[in-house]
């Protein structure tokens, strides 16, 4: 065969590069890497826990010939080690002495014996390049106190073993296994060169096109983990059970009347029912719902049915029933029923939650007798019945299970879950809810006196999903809104809320329709037979199908106006178009069923009476269309016409455009329809071949309907074959699986980091207290000592800033206990003015006190470090705090008039145009607060402000810092970094060596700089040149430094290995230390 030439290389190339770009957004999926093997001395020490508080020095050696102006990175999956963000990748060097060994500069501070994975990354000109190309990631296990790891770039056997170069070294050495030991040697040496090629044109070069595509991941960013397919979806708890909680049960039940035993079969209709291949073969599932204590008894005669009550033995008889289906019923009073269904969630949310204004409820004509006063009960009702199946479910549910909650009528229920097995101190199971209605904008949920109750109520869970982005949108303005919460997109493609230290998914995932099954029901004899029977009726004509509820949100009347303006317009089409509208009578909401089905009824007399008799087909029905009845309608008719002026889940487009043309059986089925679909309507957002409409708008309904009677056989295809693979890939299994699967994958993501970072573990913190002789604590003060209050923007009223708090009696007593201990050194680091931490704190005389993030000093009594160093000087304030001397560093040393001058007027500026916001000036800064101004427009007018500041004050040796609706400018290089830095050395000095306990906690993103430079003080603990090491320090007392604790309040992504919940976690931990 004649080689190709090298650019029909390229072309293939970059066609492999294409098609990779769009797998998975780009990111590859890597080969799971076995266990480390590891030599026996190491591998019993091979489980850690980072709530040990022990530490390893690891160096990184690496060896790697780049070419000219190419660097060596590396990256882990830590978020230490950067999660395989090139941006955030640490640096290693060389020398001309050196290379090609490349060398971290500074070790890296990793958690002893915990398992940590990485990868080198080729830098070319200061900017990635690619990744290593090697099938998994590296691993090691950190032991002892330093560990040095010598490796060679681009080759990597998952199962070598580190080996020490000589008994009394720390140099680890990797070791394939003797096996594969002179492959590895020749196979490394062949292609060490072609591993660090980061330019596209010399790899042409270089390898053949199957080499590439082995390692075409090394162009493309690494992920911390692969993300589980609803295909390949399988519990990780094989004994789990999946619990589908909904209001309505997905089973029919019934009662023979002659006979009277009660019957119960799958409603196929039913997105949870029990179907093939659904998730009921994966896993095991219960089905929960309710089920009214009443029984309607149909008459023999023509007599109206009655309604009785159930018996005993009835509800016995229907829960055995259900239990042969693997469900289980929660029987409800009619009353009680009555208030929750049709009260609150008919009468309230459902309007609510569809956008109705609270004002147009009360106000509407067929709404004459409802009144406030219900709310009450309505309330109580919706309550008692999400507490009953809590309690229900709770009862059955292990803490291994996944309990998945649909709809709103379930909106209290998570919480539910969550607070009882929080009550009997047992992990709760997993939740998810999944609402399939529109979430409201936030002016109206504003208008619901309990919305924050119901956003707690739904938060509970690990994963929230909707249908659509549009409902997601909604639901995350309104915990920004109202509870003050931050939301920010994931790896992957979903959305996350931080909410009480933990991280809510949001999920967005459409379902689809049962393919299978309605490819083989438009055959059916009796679906043909009705289908056949419609056109027959209709001989001749075109036929537009209509299929809703009788309901205003429903928009028929905006319907039957357009195709009565259509024949006014087009008035030759009187005889060759036919509607075809059947409307379903749900009872639900009855005074807004009875008007609307006046109306409509007047609407098609009036169009009948001028157009003709035969151009609507109109029928009502108590009961819902059946899916063969759906089918023989959507088979006979060639158009859809949905105009629903806010819509929640509706399969019914879909269904049509799948079964035209599902079957070549004959031209009834297969003939491609159109749809022309309510931009309102949520599955507008799926459907790309459709005709969107804005029902409001009755001309362009008009002309879409013109323009879909004349659409070509081939455009009518093309549309239905763009829309194909989403419908029929989707199916409620699939979606089932999916959002399972996205559960799965938040759960991965905390096993992963739960190696690295972990819930503090009291106990074993207060062993390590126990043990050591002398402790250093540095803390943060708003949100670590004292809760730090989230921003909604409809609470200014009950707004409370942070120096208007104070921590708990517990908390101040809890500090005294610790300070009063002379081998603690406790100390407060805050961005806290110094007047009101000194308000709070001052009276504890041996309590440490950083104010202004460091820029003010207030020493303890008990271990003041002697008169100030050169790093700090005598404050003029001191004199107005009689029990304190406080001092500033030299870096605060000039004059802040002229930067005021200079920014006041953009403040001012910024001020007079967002509305809630002030400026502060304090001793050693200028802050811009936005707490109390609109989230939204806070946010945007800060980002705007800081670029102005920063234009502005780019040669003045200042930096602008961003917290929590605050922008503040303070000295250059002045963070809380500094300080815990300057804290630890000045202890360092004055004992002549260092502590054996260090404990460093706070919430927010200025306390990170804390705990990287306690890693840093780490890593240069033991080196002699380091400017942290006194000359009085005796380098013996290097081993001192045995324990060492980051903690941040609220889990989330951290510098920190340890969380905590809450404030309240930190009262305890600080109660529980002091405490003998």
């Not at 780049?66 to 990748?89: D, I, K, V, W």
Request: hydrophobic share 40%; aromatic share 8%; glycine share 6%.
């Amino acid at each position: 065969m004649a080689a190709k030439k090298s650019d029909e290389i390229d072309r293939e190339i970059a066609a492999v590069i294409a098609e990779a770009s769009k797998q998975d957004l780009g990111k590859p999926k890597k080969k799971a890497a076995p266990r480390l093997s590891l030599p026996d001395d190491m591998r019993n020490h091979h489980v850690g826990d980072v709530n040990a508080g022990t530490y390893t020095r690891v160096h990184l050696r690496v060896r790697a010939e780049t070419r000219f102006g190419e660097e060596l990175h590396c990256s882990g999956a830590s978020y230490t080690m950067g999660q395989y963000n090139p941006s955030e990748s640490i640096e290693l060097v060389t020398s001309p002495d050196e290379y090609p060994v490349w060398r971290t500069v500074k070790p890296l501070i990793l958690p002893r014996g915990i398992v940590h994975k990485y990868m080198y990354a080729v830098f070319s000109g200061g900017v990635f390049a690619h990744w290593e190309p090697i099938d998994c990631d590296r691993q090691v296990v950190p032991q002892g106190r330093d560990m040095t790891i010598s490796e060679d770039y681009g080759t990597f056997d998952p199962h070598s073993t580190l080996v020490l170069s000589s008994p009394s070294s720390s140099v680890y050495t990797r070791v394939p296994p003797a096996s594969s030991l002179s492959s590895k040697v020749s196979s490394s040496s062949k292609d060490h060169s072609l591993s660090v090629d980061a330019p596209l044109s010399s790899l042409t070069r270089s390898m053949s096109l199957q080499r590439f595509q082995r390692n075409k991941v090394k162009l493309q960013p690494r992920t911390t983990h692969g993300r589980h397919t609803p295909s390949d979806y399988k519990p990780s708890n094989p004994d789990s059970t999946l619990f589908l909680v909904c209001y309505h049960l997905p089973i029919d039940i019934s009662k023979d009347p002659v006979t009277g035993t009660w019957t119960a079969a799958w409603n196929k209709d039913s997105l949870i029912s029990r179907s093939e291949k659904s998730i009921a073969e994966s896993m095991k599932v219960k089905w929960v719902g309710c089920i009214t204590t009443e029984v309607t008894v149909p008459s023999t005669d023509n007599a109206p049915s009655t309604v009785v009550p159930m018996t005993d033995s009835d509800m016995a008889e229907i829960t055995a029933v259900l239990a042969g289906m693997d469900a289980f019923a929660i029987f409800l009073p009619p009353a009680l029923a009555r208030n929750h269904y049709q009260g609150y969630c008919k009468s309230k949310l459902w309007p609510m939650f569809h956008n109705v204004d609270i004002l147009d409820i009360y106000s509407s004509v067929w709404e004459e007798d409802l009144h406030q006063a219900n709310h009450d009960q309505w309330w109580e009702a919706y309550t008692a019945v999400n507490t009953r199946m809590a309690q229900a479910v709770a009862a059955a549910a292990a803490p291994h299970d996944v309990v998945w909650a649909h709809d709103y009528h379930l909106l209290l229920f998570p919480k539910l879950i969550q607070d009882h097995f929080a009550s009997i101190h047992t992990p709760r199971p997993r939740l998810v809810f999944f609402l399939h209605v529109p979430f409201p904008t936030s002016e109206i949920f504003r208008e619901l006196s309990n919305g924050a109750a119901l956003l707690e109520g739904v938060l509970a869970v690990d994963v929230v999903g909707f249908h659509t982005f549009d409902h997601a949108r909604h639901f995350l303005n309104a915990c920004k809104r109202f509870l003050g919460l931050t939301y920010q997109s994931q790896s992957g493609v979903n959305l996350g809320v931080d909410y009480k230290g933990r991280n809510v998914v949001i999920a967005i995932s459409h379902v689809g329709i049962e393919k299978n099954l309605i490819q083989e029901a438009v055959l059916w004899p009796q679906v043909v037979a009705a289908a056949t029977a419609l056109r027959d009726k209709h001989k001749g004509k075109l036929l537009l199908a209509g299929v809703d509820v009788c309901q205003r949100l429903s928009g028929v009347p905006l319907k039957l106006l357009a195709f009565e303006q259509f024949f006014n317009q087009c008035p030759t089409w009187k005889d060759k178009l036919v509607l075809v509208q059947r409307v379903h009578l749900t009872s639900s909401r009855q005074g807004d069923e009875a008007y609307s089905s006046h109306e409509i009824k007047q609407l098609v007399t009036r169009i009948t009476a001028s157009h003709g008799a035969d151009v609507i087909d109109y029928e009502e029905s108590a009961t819902p269309l059946s899916l063969a009845d759906r089918l023989a309608l959507w088979l006979a008719c060639d158009m859809l016409l949905v105009t629903s002026i806010r819509g929640g889940l509706n399969l019914h487009p879909l269904e049509f455009v799948f079964a035209k043309g599902a079957s070549k059986a004959s031209d009834l089925h297969a003939k491609a329809g159109v749809v022309l679909l309510s931009e309102f309507s949520a599955c507008c957002c799926v459907l790309n071949g459709g005709l969107r409409i804005n029902p409001w708008n009755i001309t362009e309904v008009v002309n879409s309907l013109d323009r879909a009677i004349n659409m070509s056989g081939d455009e009518r295809l093309g549309r239905r074959a763009r829309d194909l693979p989403y419908i029929t890939n989707q199916p409620a299994s699939n979606w089932t699986k999916q959002v399972l699967s996205i559960l799965q994958d938040s759960l991965d993501v905390d096993d992963q980091s739960s190696l690295d970072f972990r819930k503090l573990d009291p106990i074993k913190i207060k062993h390590a207290y126990a043990a050591s002789t002398r402790r250093i604590f540095l803390l943060d003060y708003g949100g670590t000592l004292i809760a730090r209050e989230n921003m909604p923007m409809y609470m200014k009223k009950d707004f409370t800033a942070v120096s208007g708090k104070i921590p708990t009696p517990r908390m101040l007593h809890a500090l005294q206990t610790l300070c009063a201990d002379p081998r603690n050194a406790v100390f407060v680091v805050s961005g806290v003015s110094q007047v009101n931490l000194t308000h709070v704190l001052g009276h504890i005389p041996s309590l440490g006190i950083a104010a202004h993030n460091g820029a003010l000093f207030s020493w303890a009594k008990s271990i003041r470090f002697g008169t100030p160093n050169e790093d700090v000087q005598g404050n003029e304030n001191a004199k107005e705090d009689k029990s304190r001397a406080w001092y500033h560093h030299r870096l605060v040393e000039y004059d802040w008039s002229p930067i005021r001058e200079l920014v006041d007027p953009i403040l001012r500026t910024y001020c007079s145009r967002t509305n809630g916001s002030v400026i502060r000036y304090m001793d050693q800064g200028i802050a811009w607060n936005f707490r109390s101004c609109d989230p939204e427009w806070g946010h945007m007018q800060s980002t705007s402000l800081q670029a102005d500041l920063e234009d502005v004050l780019k040669d003045i040796p200042v930096t602008i810092v961003r917290k929590k609706g605050l922008l503040e400018i303070v000295p250059e290089g002045l963070h809380k970094g500094v300080v815990a830095r300057h804290i630890l050395t000045l202890d360092a000095a004055s004992h002549g060596g260092h502590p054996d306990f260090i404990f460093c906690m706070g919430d927010d993103t200025t306390d990170e700089s804390m705990f990287k430079a306690i890693y840093e003080y780490y890593a240069e603990s033991s080196t002699s040149t380091s400017s942290t090491t006194s000359s009085t320090m005796d380098p013996s007392k290097d081993q001192q430094l045995q324990h060492v604790f980051t903690c941040t309040v609220g889990k989330k992504p951290s510098n920190a290995h340890l969380f905590v919940n809450h404030v309240d976690d930190v009262e305890e931990l600080l109660h529980t230390l002091g405490t003998p």
